[in-house]
């Protein structure tokens, strides 16, 4: 029998998420394994491991195992297992799991770093800033991943693309997936390694998170990166704008974008979501032709906390500041100003 702190056991599963499989494509990748005294989830594209104070050997259904953790009110809980079953008891109140006491997942054979590399500063940043550009798009792989290059990390979607100049430490240039590598945000991580197929990271708290790394050469997007336009003042409290048309857009969980439309002396943010729509008006310096274009409100948010000023060309509009850049694509409107939208301006 061993006895585990309830909140901490909780608090280091809960660092192994993003190891999982929305639905086990691989078999029990939505489990987390315990071996030799760490907890592993692994979902072919990101791997991810943490010690924990529970030992013992096997796979257990990781949605169960959080919820019930989360809803126990005990600071402590006594375990028991036997080759089949793990039982957690507490005051007055117990649950058991069923476990898999052959552990499927190939965590022995993950490939280990030999060192460990101090990660650059800014770089959580720059992937939290440049993520939004990458596409949601499956079939169009590249796209879909976060560029890294010994000078700079970048994404593009065709529409839009974001670049964030930072000296990674990478030998070469790797693509890793949107959605693997963004979990790195907000997890404090301070390493990183390169091994022959896999991109690792690790915090203070000794979590490791292992991203699949890809060596296909990614486009040439510098040419977009040469028109920089006519300079427009962006309205204040663009980001809080942004924000309340978010809890519509944000209906769209796959590819949460608000609408962004530019026309003489106006901008005006919509989000649209299954139930209704939000519009806000802000007066700008712009007296150029309607153009409008789409963008995640996250980063507009962030644009907007960081810079004043855009650039608007005939087909592009561009955001820059010393480490990073943020292009996108403009277009004519595509619908017509609704009456109810319209009397906002005056």
């Not at 080759?83 to 898999?100: D, W």
């Not at 390694?193 to 292992?210: C, I, K, M, Q, Y």
């Not at 969980?253 to 608000?258: C, G, R």
């Amino acid at each position: 029998m061993q006895t585990v702190k309830r909140e901490s056991l909780l608090n280091q599963l809960l660092a192994v998420q993003p190891g999982l499989a929305d639905r086990e494509i691989i078999e029990q990748s939505s489990c987390i394994a315990f071996v030799k005294g760490r907890a592993f989830t692994y979902n072919d594209e990101v791997a991810c491991s943490a010690e924990v104070p529970l030992k013992l050997t096997g796979a257990i259904p990781a949605k169960t195992l959080l919820s019930i953790l989360g809803k126990m009110p005990d600071e402590d809980l006594e375990v028991e297992e036997d080759a089949a079953e793990i039982v957690f008891k507490g005051k007055g109140r117990r649950f058991k799991l069923r476990k898999e006491a052959k552990i499927a997942l190939p965590v022995d054979k993950l490939e280990t770093p030999d060192s460990w590399l101090k990660l650059p500063k800014h770089f959580a940043e720059a992937i939290e800033m440049v993520r939004h550009s990458a596409s949601s798009d499956k079939s169009r792989f590249k796209l879909t991943c976060v560029h890294l290059s010994t000078e700079h990390i970048e994404a593009c979607d065709n529409f839009q693309l974001s670049r964030f100049r930072v000296k990674t430490g990478l030998k070469k240039s790797v693509l890793v997936k949107k959605s693997s590598i963004e979990h790195i945000v907000g997890m404090g991580m301070t390493e990183m390694a390169e091994t022959d197929t896999w991109l690792h990271f690790r915090n203070p708290a000794g979590v490791v998170l292992s991203c699949r790394r890809y060596v296909e050469k990614y486009h040439d997007v510098d040419g977009v990166l040469k028109d920089k336009g006519k300079p427009i003042v962006l309205p204040k409290r663009l980001g809080d704008a942004a924000d309340r048309a978010s809890v519509f857009s944000a209906e769209a969980a796959s590819d949460n974008q608000v609408r962004v439309r530019l026309s003489e002396g106006v901008l005006r943010i919509r989000g649209v979501g299954e139930v209704g729509w939000y519009s806000e008006t802000r007066k700008v310096t712009y007296d150029g032709p309607e153009l409008e274009f789409l963008i995640a409100p996250s980063l507009l948010g962030q644009i907007a906390d960081k810079f004043r000023e855009a650039f608007v060309s005939s087909d592009q509009l561009r955001v820059e500041g010393p480490e990073w850049v943020f292009v996108t694509c403009l277009g004519k409107p595509t619908d017509k100003v609704s009456k109810s939208e319209s009397s906002d301006e005056k």
